[in-house]
């Protein structure tokens, strides 16, 4: 029997629709803006990698980020990952 460890990562808990019955995020207040600081989803995915632990998704709200700043989260988060 093989097993392992998994980790989500969530890069934020706002999102601009919040309509979605089944979502959490549509539970949270309008005005709320919880975005994580790029150094902090970074330092969580060094530390799975160090622990050898892989990533089952990464998630996270509706224009949290601005295209640019998620495109430049994505890059950095794959370089950290690969």
């Keep these: 029997m093989k097993t392992w460890f998994e980790r989500a990562i969530f890069f934020s808990w706002y999102c ?7 979502c959490y995020m549509s539970t949270q207040p309008k005005t709320k803006k919880a975005v994580r600081s790029q150094a902090s989803i970074l330092a969580e ?24 700043e ?13």
């Design 16 to 22: 601009s629709i919040r309509d979605c019955a089944y």
């Design 45 to 68: 995915l060094i530390i799975c990698k160090k622990l050898k632990w892989k990533i089952g998704f990464i998630s996270g709200g509706i224009k949290a980020f601005s295209k640019r």
């Design 70 to 82: 998620f495109r430049d989260l994505l890059k950095n988060m794959y370089k950290v990952t690969a």
